[in-house]
């Protein structure tokens, strides 16, 4: 009785710092894909080659929030905000061509997108099996795409987009999961800005997945 008395305050604790980290991280997930909105909106009228300078920033902004997250997490956030916004930058002129040519997949990417998110990251929130196994088959499985992707690009292939776009939602249906699992197995509220960046990742890259299959003609 006494070791059940002395373990319950710090079950309570770890419980309630998976449940900060939880609400912190889906908090900053929803601030970065609203920055990317408004970068989306901003840069509507630029081209596609200041689409790829902004695309270069946000992932400079990447890569130095891996490295600010344990010495500011208030830098963190901010580089966090700052890959939000340069990523809706990069983005524009591609999402500005499908909304005055095909708006309605726009919304359906979306909806299919919040769909996607939300059914498989409960799932991976939920489930006690560890997916950590199915994280290094998806990164091989994403370069594979990759590679894949580049081939279309100068080989055509009957249904090659729908392919390309069928295998991609597979496989961050795998790192949706994942994350969502890491997202649960920590408690350690640091780490939010990086949870929140590849999350956030998942929801884009699903996105751009969706709105290659509603949108192509």
């Known amino acids: 009785m006494a070791i059940n008395e002395t373990a319950a305050p710090y079950v309570a604790t770890e419980r309630d710092q998976s449940r900060a980290l939880l609400g912190q991280t889906m908090g900053l997930v929803a601030a970065t894909t609203a920055l990317f909105a408004l970068g989306a909106y901003l840069g509507r009228d630029i081209s596609y080659g200041w689409g790829w300078v902004a695309f270069i920033a946000a992932f400079g902004c990447l890569i130095a929030l891996n490295f600010a997250v344990r010495r500011s997490e208030q830098l963190a956030i901010g580089l966090l905000f700052a890959f939000g916004v340069l990523t809706g930058v990069g983005l524009a002129p591609t999402l500005a061509y499908y909304v005055s040519t095909n708006p309605q997949a726009v919304w359906q990417a979306g909806g299919a997108t ?3 998110i939300a059914g498989f990251g409960a799932f991976g929130y939920a489930t006690r099996r560890d997916l950590s196994s ?9 370069l594979a795409l990759i590679v894949f992707g580049i081939v279309l690009i100068f080989v055509q292939i009957p249904g090659g987009t729908v392919i390309y776009a069928i295998l991609g939602l597979a496989i961050f249906a795998v790192f949706t999961m994942v994350d969502f699992q890491r997202l649960r197995r920590s408690s350690d509220v640091k780490t939010a800005p990086v949870l929140a960046a590849s999350i956030f990742l998942d929801i884009l890259n699903v996105f751009l997945f969706f709105l290659t299959l509603f949108g192509r003609d």
Do not use: I, T
């Open 114 to 116: 919040a769909l996607f």
């Open 134 to 142: 199915l994280a290094r088959v998806a990164f091989w499985a994403l």
